[in-house]
């Protein structure tokens, strides 16, 4: 442990009102004067205690005792209860609890920075809260792997409070150079001898595999997927362990975290907001996994690829504050994960019901009263199915940066403030940061995205009415036939069970996680060796007959093949003028390309062709969806037949078992009527 820091003054006197000056601050609770044992006070009634030396700044309000590095700013210790720290004390200090950004200048390779700060102040200090901030301003000087970023990450303490609050502001300033981020995250890795038990949801909790059954175990197609081969639990024995099997949607990632048996203690990450993440409510991201290790993934291209990185060129300025999220912990007397689980979703709740927070002392976190609001209601108009507008039942509304329909699910720089709405497609939003933004929305049920036709301005204190809004979602004409639901994934179709040997237990009985099992994808092959998949309308069945993704075949060990599926339809009469209109839209795509023929496999030239497109990788990172793809194809009627029709659908890109696609939905759709 370092000197305490102590004003000195040459003299007696100069000491003497020293004292008296800092006894007057301290008590008006804005700077520091109190020391704190080097263990947990056990007494919240004395509230936040904090101490400062020239390598650690401790924050303790007698429920949990916080270490930080100083000046780096890493939480390198956790004390609660009886565990003197949470955190994995065989790493050292910087590989703990801590911020970091994947970045790279353009064209070069990616840069890992654990944002080191370089400067320690307080924000504030008194009985009820301590606030401290760890920072740092990026110089041509640095070294060249730091990124050109300014820094500011903040951390609080409350009486009473059994957890941490920590939240980060980044900034590029005007003239910078240019960087691309595809990563900003915050880690905590916890003590593997404790913390076992890992829980992201009510059906998604299990016993984990310890990190050294990792090193034991057997590579397999990438290094995050390893099959178990001697753990340290034989009943996990040849199960596979990778940590895209615990990925979640922000909608639904709002606690997650680990259990410790002894003592019978929790983990938790809480997230009271989307608004900071990136990419909208339906992004995939990481959560918790093999380490024990906990994640708040703020923003990522986990899939999506490079079409969601976040470039800053010409000098382009940012500003963004990541957070604040809720690191609680929590406990019980005996060994009970479900009471565990079920506290840190009622503590969740609490956090939910209390954004925006009033509490940190930053001027760049708005509270409430700096925020506006938007209500209105949404319908949808399809004349084909209805003649009267419906409402746009459940649709997700949101706000983001203006740009074109759609175009929030690849946007990383500004801020998301999205909703559900109710069964009449009514919505609210609330507590939206001020600025300008576009309207956007998708409809379950319908294909395509809404966007509002003009900007919404948020000033403090805003409260717009938008009234009914009408969403006409792309069509040309009458349904003939449709393959699956539109709602942005594959998962009504057919996923087929997983190799035995390849298995995570815990969704072996658990229909709505299928799609998570590991190396899915090599199925296609076991299920169709030598012809592809032909789906007949009106006679197959998309939940049984249509594969969940479209992908290669396997030939051999090592080599893939191109495949084409096939859709055999008929048409009482084909029309002599007009075109029809083939509707695909797609739930993931990846290194791929879509070509499209009508009953003509061996056309030099498909009818129509997606050329290369996708970088989300959803099908090795077992996401039953990436980025939503639509398409609206013209199809003359001169390609089309009388009777029977075949449309092949090629998905050309060989080499991988990993290009392919996933399709959401697909529709053919006759001529309108003169």
């Known amino acids: 442990m370092g000197k305490m820091h102590l004003l000195v003054g040459s003299s007696w006197p100069a000491i003497v009102l020293c004292f008296f000056f800092f006894f007057f601050i301290a008590s008006s609770a804005n700077i520091p004067a109190r020391k704190v044992p080097s263990r947990t006070n056990n007494n919240p009634a004395l509230g936040v205690q904090l101490q400062v030396t020239d390598k650690q700044v401790v924050v303790d309000n007698g429920i949990v005792q916080v270490t930080f590095s100083n000046?780096?700013?890493?939480?390198?210790?956790?004390?609660?209860?009886?565990?003197?720290?949470?955190?994995?004390?065989?790493?050292?200090?910087?590989?703990?609890?801590?911020?970091?950004?994947?970045?790279?200048?353009?064209?070069?390779?990616?840069?890992?920075?654990?944002?080191?700060?370089?400067?320690?102040?307080?924000?504030?200090?008194?009985?009820?809260?301590?606030?401290?901030?760890?920072?740092?301003?990026?110089?041509?000087?640095?070294?060249?792997?730091?990124?050109?970023?300014k820094v500011d990450k903040r951390y609080i303490v409350q009486r009473g409070s059994s957890g941490l609050y920590l939240y980060a502001i980044m900034e590029r300033l005007k003239g910078w150079p240019?960087?691309?981020?595809?990563?900003?995250?915050?880690?905590?890795?916890?003590?593997?001898?404790?913390?076992?038990?890992?829980?992201?949801?009510?059906?998604?909790?299990?016993?984990?595999?310890?990190?050294?059954?990792?090193?034991?175990?057997?590579?397999?197609?990438?290094?995050?997927?390893?099959?178990?081969?001697?753990?340290?639990?034989?009943?996990?024995?040849?199960?596979?362990?990778?940590?895209?099997?615990?990925?979640?949607?922000?909608?639904?990632?709002?606690?997650?975290?680990?259990?410790?048996?002894?003592?019978?203690?929790?983990?938790?990450?809480?997230?009271?907001?989307?608004?900071?993440?990136?990419?909208g409510p339906v992004k995939q991201d990481l959560t918790s996994h093999v380490g024990p290790i906990v994640l708040n993934m703020f923003g990522s291209v986990h899939y999506a690829g490079k079409d969601l990185n976040a470039a800053y060129r010409n000098g382009e300025p940012w500003k963004k504050v990541f957070g604040p999220v809720f690191v609680y912990l929590n406990s019980v007397p005996s060994v009970n994960p479900k009471a565990l689980w079920e506290d840190a979703k009622r503590q969740m709740s609490t956090e939910v019901k209390s954004w925006p927070y009033n509490f940190p002392r930053s001027q760049d976190f708005p509270s409430s009263g700096q925020r506006g609001n938007v209500v209105g209601r949404l319908v949808v108009r399809e004349q084909y199915i209805n003649k009267r507008?419906?409402?746009?039942?459940?649709?997700?509304?949101?706000?983001?940066?203006?740009?074109?329909?759609?175009?929030?699910?690849?946007?990383?720089?500004?801020?998301?403030?999205?909703?559900?709405?109710?069964?009449?497609?009514?919505?609210?939003?609330?507590?939206?940061?001020?600025?300008?933004?576009?309207?956007?929305?998708?409809?379950?049920?319908?294909?395509?995205?809404?966007?509002?036709?003009?900007?919404?301005?948020?000033?403090?204190?805003?409260?717009?009415?938008?009234?009914?809004?009408?969403?006409?979602?792309?069509?040309n004409g009458p349904t003939l036939w449709e393959i699956g639901i539109p709602d942005r994934t594959a998962a009504e179709f057919y996923i087929p069970d997983p190799n035995p040997t390849l298995i995570n237990k815990l969704y072996i009985n658990s229909p709505a996680n299928k799609f998570r099992q590991y190396g899915l994808w090599d199925r296609y092959t076991d299920l169709y060796p030598k012809n592809d998949l032909i789906y007949t309308v009106g006679v197959s069945n998309y939940a049984k007959d249509w594969f969940y993704a479209h992908v290669n075949r396997r030939v051999g060990n090592m080599a893939y093949e191109a495949t084409t599926w096939q859709i055999i339809f008929e048409l009482k009469s084909a029309k002599l003028s007009g075109s029809y209109t083939l509707q695909i839209a797609l739930a993931s795509a990846t290194n791929s390309e879509l070509q499209v023929r009508f009953n003509n496999a061996k056309a030099k030239r498909p009818l129509f062709t997606t050329r290369l497109i996708g970088r989300d990788n959803a099908i090795a990172r077992m996401g039953i969806h990436g980025l939503y793809w639509l398409y609206s194809i013209q199809v003359p009627s001169t390609q089309l037949l009388q009777g029977k029709n075949i449309i092949y659908l090629t998905q050309s890109r060989k080499g991988s078992p990993f290009n392919g696609i996933m399709y959401d939905y697909i529709r053919l759709e006759a001529p309108i009527k003169a």
């Open 178 to 279: 240019d960087v691309d981020m595809d990563q900003i995250r915050v880690v905590f890795k916890l003590q593997s001898k404790k913390f076992h038990y890992m829980a992201i949801s009510d059906d998604r909790q299990r016993e984990m595999p310890m990190p050294q059954d990792r090193v034991t175990g057997q590579p397999l197609a990438f290094p995050e997927a390893v099959r178990l081969t001697n753990p340290v639990n034989p009943k996990q024995k040849g199960e596979v362990d990778d940590k895209y099997q615990y990925s979640c949607e922000n909608k639904d990632n709002k606690v997650h975290g680990w259990i410790s048996n002894d003592p019978p203690v929790g983990f938790w990450m809480i997230t009271p907001s989307n608004e900071f993440r990136d990419a």
């Open 389 to 475: 507008s419906m409402d746009a039942s459940f649709a997700y509304v949101g706000l983001a940066a203006p740009g074109v329909a759609g175009s929030w699910q690849t946007e990383a720089k500004g801020y998301q403030f999205w909703t559900q709405a109710d069964k009449k497609g009514s919505f609210s939003i609330k507590n939206i940061r001020a600025g300008k933004y576009s309207l956007y929305a998708f409809v379950p049920g319908f294909i395509g995205d809404y966007k509002y036709n003009v900007d919404i301005i948020i000033q403090p204190g805003s409260n717009i009415k938008l009234g009914v809004l009408t969403y006409d979602p792309p069509r």
């Open 71 to 149: 000046p780096g700013g890493d939480v390198i210790g956790i004390k609660y209860k009886t565990i003197d720290n949470a955190l994995e004390i065989k790493n050292k200090e910087d590989n703990r609890g801590y911020w970091d950004v994947v970045w790279n200048r353009p064209g070069e390779s990616n840069i890992f920075d654990k944002l080191q700060a370089t400067k320690f102040s307080i924000i504030v200090q008194n009985n009820d809260r301590v606030e401290i901030s760890f920072s740092k301003i990026w110089s041509p000087s640095m070294d060249k792997t730091i990124v050109p970023l």
